[in-house]
């Protein structure tokens, strides 16, 4: 059974940073995609970053391109999202989730993952 433990969120200001990680346990981590999704009050859970297998291909959502940054480690079975000027409308629960298809590329489709965490609140104070 593959688990997702997300950290880092909490309260910012805007213009401000946050880094978050999402440690993962059982399976084999170096051969899953990774993704990060958002989730805003009375909205759809939205793609925000993916990562691939290898660490050698990102996706990045429109609205957080030239912010966020997304990069793993597989010797720590961890990945991570950095966050830059960040905006009050970045304002949300963040997921992180994993394809564990057969070394699958960064799809921004959440039906493509399998796994999920159980989310961290960021939030972005104006």
């Known amino acids: 059974q593959v688990q997702l433990v997300e950290s880092g969120g909490g309260l910012v200001q805007a213009g401000g940073s946050l880094r978050l990680s999402c440690a993962v346990s059982g399976g084999t981590f170096s051969r899953y995609t990774m993704g990060w999704f958002r989730q805003a009050p009375v909205k759809e859970r939205e793609f925000v970053a993916a990562?691939?297998?290898?660490?050698?291909?990102?996706n990045l959502g429109d609205s957080v391109k030239g912010r966020f940054t997304i990069s793993r480690d597989n010797a720590k079975n961890t990945v991570y999202l950095q966050m830059n000027s960040l905006k009050s409308e970045d304002t949300a629960v963040y997921y992180c989730?994993?394809?564990?298809?057969?070394?699958?590329?960064?799809?921004?489709?959440?039906?493509?993952?399998?796994?999920w965490g159980q989310g961290t609140q960021v939030t972005v104070s104006s």
């Open positions: 990562i691939s297998w290898s660490g050698g291909r990102t």
């Open positions: 989730a994993a394809d564990t298809g057969w070394l699958p590329p960064p799809s921004e489709s959440l039906s493509a993952y399998d796994y």
